[in-house]
């Protein structure tokens, strides 16, 4: 297996070239953002696990194969023979498209379980966990995504429609394989939607142990992935402490506009009373989302982020129409526009979640 990297929106691609038809020039068109370029085989990366000396000697091969190119003196060929020259760009287009979805799975420890939150409404909750699970799952992480939010946004984003989710989890009325969906390869879905509300009402009324009320109903099913990332609601309610009950991990993406430190502190207090119940959570990760590089405003909120919480600070996702347009196409980021800035911040957040910066999406 050899990787080649798109020099336009730098996805990688694995393809065997040893199944390159002989004699003929290479050209490949990007799966991801449609960008057609030579290949050089020579400069041709081996993944980790090929033989670096056989990629060479198959490149050798192929290369005193391919048939001479003409000088512009030469006299033009004739239509058939032409045509047998053209670059094989659909065949490795077709090599590229098929080979992408056999990148090896991936295995963490042990699942992790990681909540997109803050009490602020619009800062990017939905976009971060759709699109923080997707790329996960892209790069063959077994993926839980769960909506905790009435809105139930997420199933919207991904372009499913599920007839069950959460509510029925928690109610007992399903199992929890009866009411994940799968949404796409290594992904799956336990959607939210308006009838959560009287699931918390159901919460709220328990005697006692009602905040591991998630906890209990995932314990069956979560060591069945790494990662189940939690999108949750605007506000604080008793879904939010079930939340932070059951999660280990706090995302808190901030959008890089007025009031947005003021939000984050708020959530700061709050998580700290959950702190004296449960030891077990802490926050990782702050990143910074509508990050507009044209204004002034947001690169000094950034700064003013930076000072107060280096430790937790990741690289800005920037503003991006795309993110807005993605989800009436039910669709990702890495499905809607694969080349765009936004999709390229949110794999640079998927590398440093994963804590690997070699990860393939
Ligand atoms: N980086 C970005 N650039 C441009 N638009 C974005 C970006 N991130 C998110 N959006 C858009 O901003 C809007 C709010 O985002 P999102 O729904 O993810 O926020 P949220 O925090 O989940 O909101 P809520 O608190 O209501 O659940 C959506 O229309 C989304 O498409
Ligand atoms: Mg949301």
Redesign the pocket.
């Known amino acids: 297996m050899t990787v080649i990297v798109c020099p336009k929106c730098s996805k990688q691609h694995r393809v065997n070239i040893a199944n390159i038809p002989e004699g003929k020039r290479i050209a490949a068109r990007c799966k991801a953002c449609g960008h057609k370029f030579p290949v050089i085989l020579q400069q041709l990366m081996p993944d980790s696990g090929t033989d670096m000396a056989e990629v060479k000697k198959q490149s050798e091969l192929l290369k005193n194969k391919v048939p001479p190119i003409s000088s512009p003196n030469t006299p033009p060929l004739p239509e058939a023979k032409k045509a047998a020259e053209q670059p094989a760009i659909s065949s490795v287009t077709e090599q590229l498209q098929e080979q992408q979805p056999e990148l090896p799975a991936k295995k963490t420890e042990t699942t992790r379980r990681i909540s997109v939150s803050?009490s602020?409404?619009?800062?990017?909750?939905?976009?971060?966990?759709v699109n923080l699970s997707a790329g996960l799952a892209l790069a063959g992480y077994k993926v839980l995504l769960i909506d905790t939010?009435t809105?139930g946004?997420s199933a919207y984003n991904l372009g499913k429609k599920p007839g069950a989710g959460l509510t029925e989890l928690l109610t007992g009325e399903l199992t929890a394989e009866e009411a994940t969906i799968e949404a796409r390869k290594n992904l799956w879905l336990l959607a939210g939607g308006r009838s959560l509300a009287g699931v918390k009402r159901i919460i709220d009324k328990k005697s006692f142990g009602a905040e591991w009320t998630m906890s209990e109903a995932l314990s069956q099913v979560d060591h069945k992935y790494d990662f189940v990332i939690i999108?949750t609601?605007?506000g604080w309610d008793q879904l939010t402490i079930n939340v932070l009950f059951y999660a280990t991990e706090i995302l808190v993406?901030v959008a890089l506009q007025v009031m947005s430190l003021q939000g984050l502190s708020e959530f700061m207090k709050s998580l700290s009373s959950i702190h004296k119940y449960r030891q077990d959570v802490s926050l990782k990760y702050i990143v910074p989302?509508?990050?507009d590089t044209r204004v002034k405003h947001p690169q000094e909120i950034f700064k003013k982020l930076k000072q107060l919480y280096s430790q937790f600070i990741c690289k800005p996702?920037?503003?991006?129409?795309s993110?807005?347009e993605?989800?009436s196409y039910g669709k990702t980021i890495f499905e809607f526009a694969p080349g765009c800035n936004?999709a390229l911040d949110y794999k640079e957040l998927i590398r440093k979640v994963a804590q690997d910066e070699t990860l393939l999406l």
């Not at 602020?120 to 966990?129: E, I, L, M, Q």
């Not at 996702?317 to 129409?321: A, P, S």
């Open positions: 803050l602020k409404g619009g800062v990017g909750k939905t976009t971060t966990s939010d809105q946004q999108d609601s605007p993406p989302t509508f990050m996702i920037r503003y991006n129409e993110f807005s993605a989800p936004g």
